[in-house]
């Protein structure tokens, strides 16, 4: 059986509440939440979230610190300040993970520093800062690159990596090259889905182009320790339980193909992560 577990966003559950996730994902059976932290008080709240958590039974694997433009201003304006909360919180409500964005370019002093910075917040905790791929802005027929030192954080000297299957999709990037640039050092997964339009659309995954059952059975071969993050847009539902229809589907996605990878008991160990060999 794999080893890695698979949590549920709280993104995914927008526009409900952060509350709502971890009641959702204990209902469902996901093994965990990732945390995403952004206007929602609760999410912020330390406090909260561990009571969501011992109350639904539903552990906190991952916090997503807040690197969105609408969280501008959430824990603090100082994006190194954000960095020092997110793991923090990780550290107090023992997740294993947090999960960053490259600066944006305007971030100038940041970005100048932002890898450096990383490997030195990386070697004070146990906690991954795992660095997600992210994508050109597009407009019509133009390309903005939004993201510095870039979009695409295997062009860096990074630790651990986040892989965003709708982030590959909207940049248009072969994702299971991007993973094998990765190597070891991928920490953390995104399962979503997209079908290349150029939108960050994070679609249940099955419902695009991406390779999301060839990934995860990759993940079951090599053992993946990880964890597998179910990161979709349920905006669109039409009621509640139209939602969590999406995410009961994505959940048994997930699992499906983590747990139908060929030879998975007898495959040739990549154990995931520090110097084992593929």
Known sequence: MPTAKVALSTASVYPESTAAAFEIAGRLGYDGVEVMVWTDPVSQDVEALRRLSDTHGVPVL?????????????????????????????????????????PFRWQRAYAREFVRGVWRMADETDVRFAVENM?????????????APGWDPTE????????????????????????DR??????????????GSGKDEHLVPG???QPCAELLQQLGEW???????VEVNTRRAMSAAEREADLAEA???????????????????????????R
Do not use: N
């Open 62 to 102: 991952a916090v997503h610190a807040p690197c969105l433009l609408i969280t501008q201003r959430v824990w603090s304006t100082d994006p190194w300040t954000k960095l020092q909360r997110a793991r923090s919180a990780a550290e107090r409500l023992g997740a294993s993970t947090v999960v960053v964005h490259p």
């Open 135 to 147: 994508f050109p802005w597009r407009y019509r027929d133009r390309e903005m690159l939004a993201y």
């Open 156 to 179: 860096e000297d990074y630790r651990h990596f986040t892989i965003d299957l709708s982030h590959t999709a909207t940049s248009r990037t072969d994702t299971l090259a991007m993973v």
């Open 182 to 195: 990765m190597g070891d050092r991928l920490g953390h997964v995104h399962i979503a889905d997209g079908s």
């Open 207 to 209: 419902r695009g182009a």
């Open 223 to 229: 053992r993946f320790d990880g964890h597998v993050v």
């Open 251 to 277: 959940l048994d996605y997930t699992r499906r193909h983590l747990r139908t990878a060929p030879d998975v008991c007898g495959a040739p160990g990549r154990t995931r992560l520090d110097g084992d060999e």
